[in-house]
């Protein structure tokens, strides 16, 4: 079987850097954005529309009921976003069957299970994310520190709905990783080599 | 400075074992049960006595307020208490000037944060734990397995609460430790080289 490493990360805990430099060092196939490119194909969406489906909110796509009165029930959005979620799971799989891989994001560590994923999550205290978004020219770099921090914050809350949405587990408890690594004051590439000693002598 | 790493863990999780393993492939000195020794050593209280302190929950020993009625304020409690705790911090730094360490417990990633320790959080399932303590033959092992787990629970309960009596941080939140080890269906000495690989090429 090959061997698979999945990455949950908090945004600006450079988890998507730990991926990449994990896989250039293993010599593993690194998936991330290519996960998109690949549902957007499958699905003739477009990346943005795909991205955008998987950014949004599962929960507010139900109908709730509130007293006798039924909110609108927006069905087509329902339809891509359970569309998405099962090209996501088609595309894993046949990257975990192809070689040795890391898949960064996408409910990688629980859709492959049954591949026994080595399964990483990323974490860092909020000012060395904030420190790490500034650090990288982003569409969000026009914005003040809290704002900055209250984004920073919206991402990873709509991460944790997508994620405990479609798994039934909670984005970022311990109990659902084998390792959680503290990405704060330290560089990256130096957590390298400790990391790739599981999979390699 | 010297090399430090602490340890926290979860009762049953093998953390004790993590440590030695870790202290003996690196060639650092290794503290655990030698901390208790040398704290009764230096307060005259017996070895057991100075366990049961620790164990012991540290919000009961102060007064709490019911209406009028001032609940029983017991004294030399709190004095041993504070007594331990200072004894504790002393033998810590003492350990920590003397040598590279592994050092086991007693809020050491929090009382010797100046010596800028590697902080490891050790944690597992709790059928992967039940496993564990029941493989050791200890005191406990007549009990059922409703009753283990729940002394498993017990266990940490008072491990949390003297910790974060002491350090005003959560016991085993993420943001506290630089790596946290799953240790649920692995073996302890598998994650060794590991985690050295942070302290030796």
Redesign the interface.
């Known amino acids: 079987m090959n061997k698979i490493i999945t990455i949950g990360r908090e945004f600006g805990s450079g988890g998507r850097e730990l991926g990449r430099r994990l896989a250039e060092y293993l010599g593993f196939e690194y998936y991330d954005r290519e996960i998109i490119t690949e549902i957007a194909k499958r699905s003739e969406m477009s990346e943005k529309y795909v991205q955008q489906v998987i950014d949004s909110d599962p929960h507010s796509l139900f109908p709730i009921t509130i007293g006798h009165t039924f909110a609108y029930i927006n069905n087509y959005a329902i339809d891509h976003q359970q569309e998405v979620y099962r090209h996501n799971r088609d595309v894993l799989k046949s990257m975990a069957e192809k070689s040795n891989c890391v898949i960064v994001g996408s409910c990688a560590d629980y859709i492959l299970k049954d591949y026994n994923p080595y399964k990483i999550f990323v974490?860092a205290?909020g000012d060395s994310k904030l420190a790490r978004c500034r650090a990288r020219e982003t569409e969000q770099e026009h914005l003040s520190d809290k704002k900055l921090k209250k984004y920073i914050k919206n991402v990873d809350k709509n991460r944790a709905r997508f994620y405990e949405f479609y798994t039934g587990n909670v984005w970022?408890d311990?109990?659902n990783?084998?390792?959680?690594?503290?990405t704060s004051n330290?560089e990256i590439k130096k957590l390298i080599?400790?990391?790739a000693?599981?999979f390699k002598d």
Chains 1, 2 share one sequence.
Do not use: R
């Not at 990783?177 to 503290?182: A, Q």
């Open positions: 974490y205290e970022g311990k109990v990783y084998d390792i959680m690594v503290n330290v080599p400790m990391l000693k599981m």
